[in-house]
């Protein structure tokens, strides 16, 4: 009968060694398992927060756009050629009436 109790005890002993293994590694995983889902989450709150930033970017560079384009509009509309004359009318310019060109010939002319 010693013999059976004997049996009966370190199979009990070593299920209970099981259990606290299989324990160990429910818990083992658990805490894997927690800590990927805590690093998911973080990237996912990463790359949202990214995605506003680069919204607000888009947004940024319309209005840049924008901005240039009136700009540009601005400027070719201050360098067109009515512009300029009348502006040469208001700094009483004198227009040119004869042009007269000096002709050096067929020597070859070098300054210093």
């Known amino acids: 009968m010693t013999k059976t109790a004997n049996y009966y005890k370190r199979s009990a002993e070593k299920n209970t060694k099981d259990r606290l293994n299989l324990r160990i590694l429910n818990i083992g995983l658990l805490l894997t398992i927690a800590t990927i889902a805590f690093l998911y989450l973080i990237g996912i709150s990463d790359l949202t927060a990214k995605g ?61």
């Open 52 to 112: 506003f930033i680069l919204q607000d970017l888009r947004s940024q560079t319309n209005d840049l756009e924008e901005r240039r384009a009136f700009y540009e509009q601005e400027m070719n509309s201050l360098q067109s050629f009515y512009v300029l004359n009348e502006q040469a009318k208001t700094l009483n310019m004198v227009a040119i009436s004869d042009i007269e060109y000096i002709k050096a010939g067929n020597t070859a002319v070098a300054k210093k």
